[in-house]
C-alpha cells in the first residue's frame, strides 16, 4: 500500500509540492467504503479490495495517513468507474470516445470531499444505461468463470460508452446483429443487421445521422472495384450495364435500382471509415442466424421502416410517403429535422426484454483476453 501511495503523490503532486489531501469526515470515509464494496458488483476488484486497506487505516488515530488513504481509494475508485478495470487490452479497435476527461483526479476527490458530494462523483462516473445495470446484476450472481470474463468485458465496454448518448440515438451492436433505436432512455425500435465478414469486419466507432437518402448511387469502393467490378466492367460490359455499374470521371458507381448494393435507402453518416446503414437486395440472407456477410458496411432489414420512423419528427414523412418517393426511382436526400448520434458497438453480452442476459458469439474474437479479477492484484487503465 506504501508503495501506491508514492505513486499517487509522485503522480497528482506539483514538482517539488507537497500533495495536499482532503480531510475526511467518519461518515464520508463510511460512504467510501460503501462504494468500494459495492465495486465487486461492477467487475471492478482491485478498486473493491481497497475497502480493506481504509477499514485498516480506521483503527488508527493517524489522521494524516486516513486522509491519503481514503483519497487513494477514491482516485482508484473514480478512475475504475469512468475506464474500466483489467480489459484495457480489448479497448484496440474501439474508436468510440467515452467523452470523460479526467485530468486531475486529485482535485474531484477534493472537491466532492469539501462539498459532501461522494455520491454524486462516483454516481456520475458509472454508466447509468439500464443494459449495463442488468449486466452488473447478472455479474453480482453468475457463479461461472467463462461467463464472469464475458460480463466483465461487457461492463467495461459500457465505460468506453459516452455517459450521455442522446435524448434519441441509434445504436448498431454487431455482435447481435440488431440494431436499436432509443428515445428518453426507452428502445422504441429493433431491426436485424447484416455486419462485416471476419475478413471485412465492422468497425466500432460513433458517427451522426443527418439525414436519408432514398433510391441512392453505390460509390464503389477501391477494395471491391479491384476485387471483382473492375474485372466485369472490363469483360462483361453488357452484364455490368445491366447492373446499373457505371464509370464517370475514373470512378465506379452503380445506379439506384433493384440491383443496387444499397438497396432503397442509406443513411446519412459521415465517417472516417465509410460505413453506413443501408438497405440490400439481399433479404435471404436476414434468415440466417449468424449474419456477417458484408464488406464492413451495415445492411439493415426493413430499411425503409427505419427511414420512417427516423424520420417521424416530420409528420410530413410518413411510410406513404417513403414508399412514394422510393416508387419514382429518383434519388432523394431527407434531412433530419434534428441529427441523432449512431453509436456502432460490440457487446457479446447484452440484456433481454425479460431482464436476463443474451450472449452472442464472438464473431470478431474481440473477446480475447478478457479478464476479471479478485482482487488480489491491482489493475487500471
Not at 130 to 140: I, K, M, V
Not at 169 to 190: C, D, P, Q
Not at 328 to 336: E, F, S
Request: charge should be positive; proline fraction near 6%; aromatic fraction near 8%.
Amino acid at each position: 500500500m506504501r508503495r501506491f501511495l508514492c505513486f499517487i503523490f509522485l503522480c497528482l503532486a506539483p514538482t517539488n509540492a507537497k500533495a495536499e489531501f482532503p480531510h475526511w469526515q467518519k461518515d464520508q470515509i463510511a460512504r467510501l467504503i460503501e462504494w468500494l464494496d459495492a465495486a465487486k458488483d461492477d467487475g471492478l476488484g482491485p478498486a473493491a479490495s481497497e475497502a480493506a486497506t481504509v477499514r485498516d487505516a480506521l483503527q488508527t488515530p493517524d489522521t494524516p495517513r486516513l486522509d491519503s488513504v481514503a483519497t487513494a481509494a477514491a482516485i482508484s475508485l473514480l478512475r475504475a468507474h469512468r475506464n474500466g478495470c483489467c480489459n484495457a487490452s480489448l479497448r484496440t479497435g474501439w474508436h468510440i470516445d467515452n467523452g470523460i476527461a479526467l485530468t486531475d483526479p486529485l482535485a474531484a476527490v477534493t472537491d466532492a470531499v469539501r462539498l459532501n458530494r461522494l455520491d454524486e462523483l462516483f454516481g456520475t462516473a458509472r454508466p447509468s444505461h439500464p443494459y449495463y445495470y442488468a449486466l452488473r446484476q447478472a455479474f453480482s450472481r453468475e457463479t461461472d468463470p467463462e461467463r464472469r470474463k464475458i460480463l466483465a468485458a461487457n461492463l467495461d465496454r459500457w465505460r468506453w460508452m459516452p455517459r450521455v448518448l442522446g435524448e434519441r440515438y441509434l445504436m448498431v451492436n454487431t455482435a447481435s446483429f440488431e440494431a436499436s433505436l432509443w428515445e428518453a432512455r426507452k428502445e422504441i425500435g429493433r431491426w436485424e443487421v447484416i455486419v462485416g465478414k471476419t475478413g471485412s469486419p465492422t468497425p466500432v466507432f460513433s458517427a451522426r445521422v443527418t439525414g436519408v437518402i432514398l433510391n441512392p448511387w453505390w460509390e464503389i469502393p477501391s477494395s471491391i472495384v479491384a476485387e471483382s467490378v473492375g474485372a466485369l466492367v472490363r469483360n462483361k460490359p453488357a452484364e455490368a450495364t445491366r447492373r446499373g455499374y457505371v464509370v464517370q470521371d475514373g470512378r465506379y458507381r452503380q445506379r439506384p435500382g433493384a440491383t443496387n448494393a444499397l438497396g432503397r435507402m442509406k443513411l446519412v453518416m459521415p465517417n472516417p471509415y465509410s460505413v453506413y446503414l443501408h438497405d440490400t437486395p439481399s433479404q435471404s440472407l436476414f434468415d440466417r442466424d449468424v449474419r456477417a456477410f458484408s464488406h464492413g458496411c451495415v445492411r439493415v432489414g426493413d430499411a425503409l421502416g427505419l427511414a420512417t420512423t427516423l424520420l417521424s419528427a416530420d409528420p410530413a414523412w410518413d411510410r406513404k410517403r417513403v414508399d412514394a418517393a422510393v416508387a419514382t426511382g429518383r434519388t432523394v436526400k431527407v434531412d433530419l429535422l434534428q441529427p441523432i448520434p449512431v453509436y456502432v458497438t460490440y457487446f457479446t453480452a447484452e440484456s433481454d426484454a425479460n431482464g436476463g442476459i443474451r450472449y452472442f458469439p464472438d464473431i470478431y474474437k474481440r473477446d480475447k483476453g478478457a479478464t476479471t479479477s479478485d482482487g488480489s492484484e491491482r489493475c487500471t487503465q
